[in-house]
């Protein structure tokens, strides 16, 4: 099982791109701005996008995907999701007003998009992915969720947006194959203020929270604010004992 990382910074700018991940070639977890990366032929090989919540940072690329690669599939792209995201994008994107509803084109019979509602703790079975993708609790300002990504092998965890989750940490302890774990801290320490109000971590917050971790993977960290990537991973590398977490990189692949 491979995994690229398209995406993986909190903003754009320069070479940053917002979070995503394309697993082998067909499957996508959050459909971020890092989906520009892929070419039209990659797109249309896309059957599966799994989404961790509903920010714009996180799906903005939905739409132009199904857009852009539909007419040239046979089957529709199915959007993975919590019932509530699953709404949000429904009332918000969809709706012919932002963006036409391709759950209804080029006919309701024959779409180019569906949807597929996943709930914390099921385990999607793609098959060919190994054991399975597995829903993990996140506790954002917007439902959200993780994922848990089992090749039989080994396991790979993406916290998605996230701030202090005790729940997390209870289902990833159980993980006895975990060897990679992908984290987000979107402030630096100066913010924690707007990190604990935005749900989200910054490097004091992320050293407590690690704490609570059982097992020793090798940690990587996503969803660093452009212009604050240098003093965030500096202030980490103060902030975290007992591990060393690596900044998440563009084009960085996991296999496993």
């Known amino acids: ?8 910074s909190g903003g754009i700018g320069g070479n940053s791109r917002t979070t995503s991940m394309l697993l082998d070639h067909d499957v996508l977890i959050d459909a971020g701005t890092g989906v520009g990366e892929l070419s039209l032929t990659e797109l249309s090989m896309i059957d599966h996008v799994f989404v961790t919540h509903s920010h714009l940072d996180h799906i903005a690329c939905i739409p132009l995907l199904v857009d852009s690669a539909g007419f040239m599939r046979d089957k529709p792209l199915t959007v993975h999701a919590t019932e509530a995201t699953l709404e949000i994008i429904r009332q ?3 709706n012919w007003k932002i963006w036409p509803d391709f759950t209804r084109i080029p006919d309701a019979q024959r779409p180019f998009m569906r949807y597929s509602t996943i709930q914390v703790g099921q385990t999607v079975d793609l098959k060919k992915h190994g054991p399975g993708i597995t829903v993990l609790p996140a506790n954002h300002v917007v439902p959200a969720v993780g994922f848990h990504i089992d090749s039989g ?3 790979l965890v993406f916290s998605g947006d996230t701030t202090t989750n005790g729940a997390l940490w209870e289902v990833v302890n159980r993980i006895g194959n975990l060897r990679y774990l992908i984290i987000e801290t979107a402030f630096s320490n100066a913010e924690k203020d707007l990190a604990m109000r935005s749900k989200h971590f910054c490097p004091s917050m992320l050293a407590e929270e690690l704490l609570k971790l059982n097992l020793n993977p090798e940690i990587y960290i996503t969803h660093l604010k452009p212009g604050e990537v240098e003093l965030t991973m500096r202030e980490i590398g103060e902030c975290v004992r007992g591990f060393s977490p690596r900044m998440l990189l563009n084009g960085q692949v996991f296999e496993f």
Not at 1 to 8: A, D, F
């Open 1 to 8: 099982m491979k995994l690229r990382i398209l995406g993986c």
């Open 92 to 94: 918000h994107i969809f």
């Open 153 to 155: 092998a080994a396991s």
